[in-house]
């Protein structure tokens, strides 16, 4: 499900369209819903990066991927990431198949950031809510 379609869409503070998909911004997290088959790397991130720095700044934030469509992250470049998103507290995946599932523990072995995977939309931003709550 879209943020689009739930009903986190009123709560959104702002909406940005970048080259890679589209970004929900909350006031304490992202939910970035990527474009199908773009493959995310270090370097075509950095708009993203920008927005959230805008967003921010250097208070602690959460990102919940929202896989609703297959699109995969160059995964050799997680260090950079890691390195980069120091203050990104918690990071959600939700996943709508089982290779997506797949894909996230795939992932989980390179990022180290606070993960998690969901099913449901509203669950992740539950978590993520918690999550950042439990850290102040």
């Known amino acids: 499900m879209s943020v689009t379609e739930s009903t986190l869409y009123p ?18 997290y992202v939910i970035a819903e990527f474009h199908e088959g773009v493959n995310i790397s270090y370097e075509n991130f950095k708009e993203s990066k920008v927005l959230m720095k805008k967003y921010f700044g250097n208070r602690k934030f959460g990102f919940i991927g929202n896989r609703i469509n297959s699109y995969s992250i160059v995964i050799s470049e997680a260090p950079l990431f890691n390195e980069t998103f120091k203050n990104l507290s918690a990071y959600a995946t939700v996943t709508y198949n089982a290779f997506a599932e797949k894909v996230f523990d795939v992932e989980n072995h390179f990022f180290k950031f606070n ?14 809510e918690k999550t950042l709550k439990n850290q102040y």
């Open 115 to 128: 993960k998690k995977n969901f099913t449901c939309l509203l669950e992740s931003t539950n978590w993520v």
């Open 11 to 28: 709560s959104v503070i702002a909406q940005e369209t970048i080259a890679l998909g589209n970004l929900f911004f909350f006031d304490n």
